[in-house]
């Protein structure tokens, strides 16, 4: 059974940075692609980026620049650095793992799904 439990949210000030972490069990972690997802308040869940089991990488353009994706195998952990947050960064943020090797944007490909950890970036 997947699981993928988030961490490392917080309340920040706009211009700090953050870094999420997500603890992955249950399957072979390197050979699937991973994702990071955010939930605003009122607001359908949205992409922010992705990883393919080959180490290519996907941004959303609203992040590009700032946050960072990444991957220790050893530990099975799925990391977003985020850096320069805006408070329109605030959400939920979700850890997804996929059930293939090449990553998406699109939330419906992500059968597995972390709880979420919640980033408020005040002005």
């Known amino acids: 059974q997947v699981r993928l439990v988030e961490s490392g949210g917080g309340l920040v000030q706009a211009g700090d940075s953050l870094r999420l972490s997500c603890a992955a069990s249950g399957r072979t972690f390197d050979a699937y692609a991973m994702g990071w997802f955010r939930q605003a308040p009122g607001k359908e869940r949205e992409f922010v980026a992705t990883r393919w089991r080959s180490g290519d990488v996907v941004y959303a353009d609203s992040v590009k620049g700032r946050f960072t994706i990444s991957r220790d195998s050893a530990k099975n952990m799925v990391y977003l650095q985020m850096n320069s947050l805006k408070p329109e960064d605030t959400a939920v943020y979700y850890c997804?793992?996929?059930?293939?090797?090449?990553?998406?944007?699109?939330?419906?490909?992500?059968?597995?799904w972390g709880q979420g950890t919640q980033v408020t970036v005040s002005s």
């Open positions: 997804a793992m996929r059930d293939y090797y090449i990553g998406s944007s699109s939330a419906r490909d992500y059968p597995y």
